[in-house]
């Protein structure tokens, strides 16, 4: 499998992950968690939370407030573009409050993500609480992660073997077409939320009458207020070309952000790396982005992905003050530490598309 090249580099070469130092790698992450407690990392940032929630809900209403105001002008649809920016903020608090970032109490964090998820964005919570668990479980790992399920994009030359028909075309062509494909996520949410929640979802079935209703009521409160905003002010063409341009940003930010973080990176399978502690676990199958303010602003902190995986619940600012423990505990065990610019690791990711979809292209 085509490894991702290691920009930053710490320390020797990755042991093999069958060796003894991979069966010792669980407990090679308690000093690193035991430091990380000390020195308060995994404390709640409630005030720091509270402020960009509420700076982004301001934000929000200006925006609504000036959709209003213009009225029925195609320059309204510029308005599309702080909106996404926007939206994708909300998208990241939601994130974070699932994974308790913001409150230790569930019903507060369930609160959060149900404004900022299921009534912002509308896309259900409990559906990408169950997906991304189940990612962060086992990340890239081919029959576990289901964000590297075989679907409309793969990520293994396995994966790809034998694909034919439109599929075979699109895996032979996926990295070109991997961020043109990112502008329909704003909308493949919505849909895979409305399908969970009123479809036949196992997972949702388990969710109690009152918390189904709450969560789809809210869906439905989503696309009714968001269809009632744009269809009373703008002209019915110029709401739906509102509603495609904003979708369609909101989608490729989300790509942008999501992109760089494992895709090209280790990817074990049943026998590759079962003898894995969390600590080499998270740390080969992530990548992490170098950058300033604007950076941690653009990826909403997923910029610290190993951190953000080592330590789930750490709140989004302190994924800085971690970095420098992360990477010295990784030169100390001579585990690589994989870090890179914004711009080389979409080139990173799309290489490992492209080689992914190899196979298929030698037979055209």
Known sequence: MPQATVIAHVGAPQPPPGGSTARAAGSDFTPLLRTAKQRGLLERRTGWYARTMAANGLGLVAIVAGIVLMGPSWWTLLLAVPLALLSARAAFVAHDAGHAQISPHRRTSRLIQLVH????????????NDKHNRHHANPNHLDKDPDVVPDILVFSAEHAAGRSGVRGWLTRHQAALFFPLTTLEGLALKVYGFRHVFGRSPIHRRASLSARVVEGGLLVAHVAGYSALLLSVLTPFQALAFALLHQMLLGLHLGMAFAPNHKGMEMPDGIHGRDWGHLQRQVLTS????????????????????????????????????????RAHCRRLGLPYTETGLIDSYRQALGHMHTVGGALREGE
């Open 287 to 326: 990548r992490n982005i170098r950058g300033g303010i604007l950076t941690d602003w653009f990826l909403g902190g997923l910029n610290y992905q190993i951190e953000h995986h080592l330590f789930p619940s750490m709140p989004r600012p302190h994924l800085r003050l971690v970095q420098p423990l992360v």
């Open 117 to 128: 998820g299921n009534l912002l964005l509308g896309m259900s919570q409990d559906w990408w």
